[in-house]
């Protein structure tokens, strides 16, 4: 039987390698996009991609993006969840209004996904790829860091409810990864720094400095998209798939240490590291 996924942001980064993997390997993807300019280009990479116009904070579009899938296949044996930002600033001064920004995109938007999907996944997988960051440790990243926690811990009750239904739900965990989200989110936060007072750009100047230098090094330090997307293919391929998986050395150690430390130690450690690196710049 044919096999078919569903894929959430898939016009870069991570999405769009997993998107080609998937389709190399014999599988028809639907790969979501939210711009029409981005749906020829993704349709032009393998005759097996099929663009989908899908916002995940749009319930609407959600439900257009189901019907068109229904009409264009009885199954899916697997959603693969890839959209989402990073919301990054001291948390003293960041609105809440960029805080529930977070939220909708990575936390409810994917949530909103899966249940209008999953009744099309019978004996099948959900993957979400999470973060290191969900380990909670990393300053001044807290509702990205939240944002990727909260999903985790809504879609492993979810995985405690099926009924009758043979279906994984698999957490990615990767670390730093070379794609174009790090330039995005760049500017993101850039465009909204307006909304700091001079107290607290001043306050936080090196930290600002900081974050900007260091996303930029990850526009080109880290591990590959394919090394993630070979990883859920691995996983979605898999009949006894682990519950989570991380992707890079730096995933593994973060993931390792945040579980076996004190939360006390974690705390000074994370500071004492921040500080130093801080200092650099």
Same mark, same amino acid.
């Given at each position: 039987?044919?096999?078919?996924?569903?894929?959430?942001?898939?016009?870069?980064?991570?999405?769009?390698?997993?998107?080609?993997?998937?389709? $190399?390997?014999?599988?028809?993807?639907?790969?979501?996009?939210?711009?029409?300019?981005?749906?020829?280009?993704?349709?032009?990479?393998?005759?097996?991609?099929?663009?989908?116009?899908?916002?995940?904070?749009?319930?609407?579009?959600?439900?257009?993006?189901?019907?068109?899938?229904?009409?264009?296949?009885?199954?899916?044996?697997?959603?693969?969840?890839?959209?989402?930002?990073?919301?990054?600033?001291?948390?003293?001064?960041?609105?809440?209004?960029?805080?529930?920004?977070?939220?909708?995109?990575?936390?409810?938007?994917?949530?909103?996904?899966?249940?209008?999907?999953?009744?099309?996944?019978?004996?099948?997988?959900?993957?979400?790829?999470?973060?290191?960051?969900?380990?909670?440790?990393?300053?001044?990243?807290?509702?990205?860091?939240?944002?990727?926690?909260?999903?985790?811990?809504?879609?492993?009750?979810?995985?405690?409810?099926?009924?009758?239904? $043979?279906?994984?739900?698999?957490?990615?965990?990767?670390?730093?990864?070379?794609?174009?989200?790090?330039?995005?989110?760049?500017?993101?936060?850039?465009?909204?720094?307006?909304?700091?007072?001079?107290?607290?750009?001043?306050?936080?100047?090196?930290?600002?400095?900081?974050?900007?230098? $260091?996303?930029?090094?990850?526009?080109?330090?880290?591990?590959?998209?394919?090394?993630?997307?070979?990883?859920?293919?691995?996983?979605?391929?898999?009949?006894?798939?682990?519950?989570?998986?991380?992707?890079?050395?730096?995933?593994?150690?973060?993931?390792?240490?945040?579980?076996?430390?004190?939360?006390?130690?974690?705390?000074?450690?994370?500071?004492?590291?921040?500080?130093?690196?801080?200092?650099?710049?």
């Amino acid at each position: 039987m044919e096999k078919t996924v569903l894929i959430t942001g898939a016009s870069s980064g991570i999405g769009k390698e997993t998107a080609m993997l998937f389709a $190399n390997n014999g599988y028809k993807v639907f790969a979501c996009i939210r711009k029409k300019s981005d749906k020829n280009t993704i349709e032009k990479i393998h005759k097996n991609i099929k663009g989908v116009y899908l916002d995940v904070t749009n319930t609407s579009g959600i439900d257009k993006a189901f019907w068109y899938v229904m009409k264009n296949t009885s199954k899916l044996d697997a959603i693969i969840n890839c959209a989402g930002i990073a919301v990054a600033g001291p948390m003293e001064a960041l609105s809440v209004k960029r805080i529930k920004e977070q939220f909708e995109i990575n936390t409810f938007g994917t949530i909103s996904v899966i249940q209008k999907f999953l009744p099309m996944v019978y004996d099948g997988k959900i993957i979400y790829i999470s973060s290191m960051a969900s380990s909670g440790i990393f300053p001044f990243l807290a509702p990205y860091c939240a944002s990727k926690r909260a999903t985790d811990i809504m879609l492993n009750s979810l995985s405690n409810e099926f009924k009758n239904k $043979n279906i994984k739900i698999i957490s990615i965990k990767p670390g730093c990864i070379i794609t174009p989200f790090w330039n995005k989110s760049i500017k993101s936060n850039l465009d909204n720094a307006n909304e700091y007072s001079e107290r607290i750009m001043q306050k936080y100047k090196k930290e600002f400095q900081f974050l900007k230098k $260091n996303a930029e090094k990850n526009n080109y330090q880290g591990s590959r998209p394919i090394d993630v997307a070979t990883t859920i293919l691995k996983a979605v391929e898999s009949n006894n798939p682990k519950l989570s998986y991380t992707v890079g050395k730096d995933a593994f150690w973060v993931m390792l240490i945040s579980k076996i430390c004190p939360q006390n130690l974690l705390n000074t450690i994370t500071k004492t590291i921040m500080k130093k690196r801080i200092e650099k710049y």
